[in-house]
T-cell receptor, first 112, second 112 residues
Framework: DTGVSQDPRHKITKRGQNVTFRCDPI?????LYWYRQTLGQGPEFLTY????????KSRLLSDRFSAERPKGSFSTLEIQRTEQGDSAMYLC??????????FGEGSWLTVV | LAKTTQPISMDSYEGQEVNITCSHN???????ITWYQQFPSQGPRFIIQ???TKVTNEVASLFIPADRKSSTLSLPRVSLSDTAVYYC?????????????FGTGTRLQVTL
């Protein structure tokens, strides 16, 4: 069990650029979640995959955001045309079925 | 998901027992109560989960009264390394997706 890995840990980008974050879940976990966390707030749910199927998306996930999980393994979260309001930590978590979620260390995004 | 209310912050001295109480008046029959710990710039880490009465593990105890409208996380003999944000969550783990709903949490500051 190597834990949930996220890459990159930090990203600084100019407004309007696209960014992509990758999440590698714990290998046997079939569920994968993305959350967003801003300073002083708790994490907010963005979206959820069971295997390769994206089963739920929060209304926080605007059309500039897209997430994929090809082959039910790693996942990517892409943000197009970034805005300053997208600056946050993006957290990935995974679980085996209904078991508790294990979080990664997060990917910090700063949009300048 | 049931809304939770917990103190914004708490202070403690090293070696003391810390009790953090969370209110969840609208908890549903199928809801579990889960506590997570989060250090700065890290993802949340699972501490303990319970449904009713008392649960104890190697790091904490969770007390849940019969009406389940509140719960208390107890941290015995805290150390400086317990300085973190503690989140109380209800729900999850029994439906199709846990989709954790975090509040703003309780910031615990432990000093010498």
């Amino acid at each position: 069990d190597t834990g949930v890995s996220q890459d990159p840990r930090h990203k600084i980008t100019k407004r309007g650029q696209n960014v992509t974050f990758r999440c590698d879940p714990i290998s046997e976990h079939n569920r994968l979640y993305w959350y967003r966390q801003t300073l002083g707030q708790g994490p907010e749910f963005l979206t959820y995959f069971q295997n390769e199927a994206q089963l739920e998306k929060s209304r926080l996930l605007s059309d500039r955001f897209s997430a994929e999980r090809p082959k039910g393994s790693f996942s990517t979260l892409e943000i197009q045309r970034t805005e300053q309001g997208d600056s946050a930590m993006y957290l990935c978590a995974s679980s085996l079925g209904r078991d508790r979620e294990t979080f990664g260390e997060g990917s910090w995004l700063t949009v300048v | 998901l049931a809304k939770t209310t917990q103190p914004i912050s708490m202070d403690s001295y090293e070696g003391q027992e810390v009790n953090i109480t969370c209110s969840h008046n609208n908890i549903a029959t199928n809801d579990y109560i889960t506590w997570y710990q989060q250090f700065p710039s890290q993802g949340p880490r699972f501490i303990i989960q319970g449904y009713k009465t008392k649960v104890t593990n190697e790091v904490a105890s969770l007390f849940i009264p019969a009406d389940r409208k509140s719960s208390t996380l107890s941290l015995p003999r805290v150390s400086l390394s317990d300085t973190a944000v503690y989140y109380c969550l209800v729900g999850g783990f029994t439906g199709t997706a846990s989709k954790l709903t975090f509040g703003t949490g309780t910031r615990l500051q432990v000093t010498l």
